[in-house]
């Protein structure tokens, strides 16, 4: 009981920071002996504040528990899916090349577009923004160059309108 409290977030059930960390590192060592490529979503709610606002927390928090099953639901059982913190999650998707990641962020912005959430009896309508970055099979880098990538196109997202996916390339001369 422990382990899974150390290793899980307690609110919504997805791996916690510091675990997905020590996964994905794992991952991007994996990715060096066998062939694939990673690609990493960071996924933010748009207009969070206004849920925790009008609804009160626990309508926030029953609001990142069921985009925490929607995004699980959504990618395969070998990806890993956490929550960073607030309401701000982040996904890898190993062997995984561009195309593949574009289409799962896709599906998952769409599927959170177009479900709204019934919480408290209401239904709440949420959007998130995706930062996304990938390593081709061919490419190594480390996990601290590819959540600054995935950083960057998120702020790109949130500043462009929000409710999209934006990409933006590691800067491997880091890794």
């Not at 896709?106 to 998130?128: C, D, F, I, S």
């Not at 923004?129 to 995935?150: C, D, I, R, V």
């Amino acid at each position: 009981e422990l382990e899974i409290l150390a290793q899980r977030d307690a609110l919504t059930g997805l791996y916690n920071r510091r675990q997905f960390t020590a996964m994905a590192e794992l991952e991007l060592a994996r990715s060096e002996r066998i062939p694939g490529g990673i690609a990493l979503l960071m996924v933010d709610l748009d207009f969070f504040k206004r849920i925790n606002d009008q609804y009160g927390h626990p309508a926030g928090d029953e609001v990142l528990r069921q985009v925490a099953t929607l995004l699980s639901a959504g990618v395969r059982s070998t990806d890993l899916v956490a929550r960073m913190g607030g309401e701000e999650f982040i996904v890898l998707l190993p062997h995984t090349n561009l195309e593949n990641a574009l289409a799962v962020a896709e599906k998952l912005r769409k599927t959170l577009r177009e479900r709204p959430l019934l919480v408290q009896g209401v239904q709440l309508p949420v959007t998130a923004s995706f930062g996304l970055t990938w390593l081709a099979e061919n490419q190594k880098g480390q996990l601290p160059s590819l959540y600054a990538a995935a950083d960057q196109a998120l702020y790109s997202a949130k500043h462009g309108g929000r409710d999209r996916i934006e990409v933006a390339m590691p800067d491997l001369a880091q890794a």
